[in-house]
């Protein structure tokens, strides 16, 4: 069963009670995988409640499926324990890296799009898939840097993935808008460029502006509430593909429930707008 | 310097940068400082989580400085975070600027402790009525897997109990202090003092010792009155 084509939270458990209670909009729920990797206690527990009452999405943000170097085996099969566990109804990771070495570096990385990673990044979401025997959803990601090595634009680097491999996109538009104000171009460009048929979930969240004018950059904190130009973007997406399942992301300065929930709300809203209305 | 079409040199000097003043070459550096403190900030702030009071005890500026020089000496060695400051405390005992502080390495072993019991493995609790035999010396108890034993020569449980949201104020007791860290049925995590003699009938008890060898000097009953009452034992053998 894939998420239902509804709003959905990334959870935090200082909200356990409130969305059992009182979950208004919330179709489903998001998790990152490697927060629930302990053994046992809570976690675990709060996750088979909530997964009682509302669709389960798992958000991996540590397989660096853009690393150079092989993907961690051990990790690999930690996340097919959590998935055996679980049962969630999609997984998703990044386009990004986040380990080098044995050491992990918490946070997604960015990397050049060419040839040679294209075929290294296929061939580790390949080894996902297979291993944990479902279709996973792949993260275009917020980026500050690019790099002259490139070949490919981001787009078509994303079509060519889900074209090799089979796997869905996650179409983050928050990302696309901060990627698009701190590389200077126009995010409606990006989007028309967009492969959105695999796209199986979108992400909105809030981003903070650090400095002014020339030298502007937007950093993707996931701390605020979605921005109205990231709001009117989503808007243009749900035209073109019709209901998509989509989720607030707040992980940081995480608000009161009802804030939350009122975001979540926006979003049923625009979703729903677009239920019997012809996609364009 | 590398290639600039070979990824896995790429990664290597974009690394290596992550830790030092400078960008790889041919990248902007303001920009490139984006990734290098989300990096420093993310690690920090997870550390934060798992040591709340070792960063009460240094101030958030201080604790900052200190888990940037851990996170490049001992960095995580998988994304599983909840897993990450093991060795955080053996850290602090070696770390000149805090040498003045001989307490808080013990501190943060209890925070770690605290940590390990939320999220160990779950259990089952025995039926108290198994211990209701003629000889109950030779009986084996096996403890749930999230107990802990914590010990400490200075008044270190008295320290992170001061530094909790809405503690008294008072005078320190001198040291030492021994606890019982586990995780109850209800998920909460509960920190118990100890005297010496529970203490050390907890660590033989965890050693798999039988009932009377664990016991021996010390009465056992109110420890194993605290070990019903949380639901910690998981099993009772012969």
């Known amino acids: 069963m894939p998420l239902p084509a509804r709003a959905g939270i990334g959870f935090k458990p200082a909200h356990f009670t409130q969305i059992l209670q009182d979950p208004g909009p919330v179709g489903f729920i998001e998790v990152h995988a490697e927060n629930y990797m302990g053994a046992g206690g809570a976690p675990h527990a709060m996750l088979d409640r909530l997964h009682a009452d509302h669709a389960l999405s798992v958000h991996g943000v540590g397989l660096s499926i853009g690393g150079a170097q092989p993907l961690d085996r051990d990790h690999l099969a930690r996340l097919q324990g959590l998935l055996a566990r679980h049962r969630p109804e999609s997984f998703s990771e990044h386009l990004a890296w986040s380990s080098h070495g044995a050491a992990w570096l918490n946070d997604l990385l960015p990397l050049p799009y060419t040839d040679q990673t294209l075929a290294t990044i296929c061939d580790h979401v390949d080894q996902v898939q297979d291993t944990l025997g479902m279709r996973m959803l792949l993260e275009n990601p917020a980026t500050y840097l690019t790099f002259a090595e490139s070949t490919w634009s981001e787009t078509d680097f994303l079509r060519q993935i889900a074209r090799r491999t089979g796997c869905g996109l996650l179409l983050d538009v928050n990302n696309v808008f901060v990627s698009a104000m701190n590389h200077r171009f126009d995010p409606l460009d990006y989007l028309a460029e967009f492969p959105l048929d695999p796209v199986g979930e979108i992400h909105l969240a809030g981003h903070e502006v650090d400095g002014t004018a020339d030298d502007r950059l937007l950093i993707d904190s996931h701390a605020r509430p979605v921005a109205d130009p990231v709001w009117s973007l989503f808007a243009d997406v749900l035209a073109r593909t019709g209901p998509l399942p989509t989720l607030i992301e707040w992980d940081n300065d995480v608000p009161e429930w009802p804030v939350l929930r009122a975001e979540a709300q926006r979003a049923a809203t625009l979703i729903d707008e677009t239920r019997h209305v012809p996609a364009q | ?238």
């Open chain 2, 1 to 238: 310097m590398s290639p600039p079409n070979d990824h896995a040199a790429r990664q290597a000097d974009f690394h290596a940068a992550l830790w030092q003043p400078r960008p790889p070459g041919g990248l902007d550096p303001r920009r490139f400082a984006v990734y290098r403190n989300n990096v420093q900030h993310g690690l920090t702030r997870a550390l934060a989580a798992r040591f709340p009071v070792i960063e009460t005890l240094l101030g958030a500026a201080f604790f900052a400085q200190t888990a940037r020089v851990f996170a490049a000496a001992h960095p995580p060695q998988s994304p599983v975070l909840l897993d990450w400051g093991a060795a955080f405390a053996a850290f602090l005992d070696g770390f000149p600027p805090v040498a003045h502080l001989p307490y808080l390495a013990d501190v943060a072993r209890l925070e770690w402790a605290r940590g390990r019991a939320y999220h160990a493995a779950d259990a089952v609790c025995a039926d108290p009525a198994a211990l209701a035999v003629a000889d109950p010396s030779s009986l084996r108890l096996a403890l749930a897997p999230s107990v802990r034993s914590w010990s400490s020569r200075w008044p270190a449980l008295s320290i992170w109990q001061r530094n909790q949201p809405g503690a008294p104020d008072g005078p320190l007791p001198g040291g030492p202090e021994y606890a019982l860290i586990a995780r109850t049925p209800g998920f909460s995590v509960v920190v118990e003092p100890l005297d010496p003699g529970a203490h050390a009938c907890l660590d033989r008890l965890a050693s798999g010792a039988p009932l009377g060898v664990a016991a021996r000097g010390t009465d056992p009953t109110p420890l194993l009155a605290l070990l019903f009452r949380h639901q910690l034992i998981a099993a009772i053998g012969a």
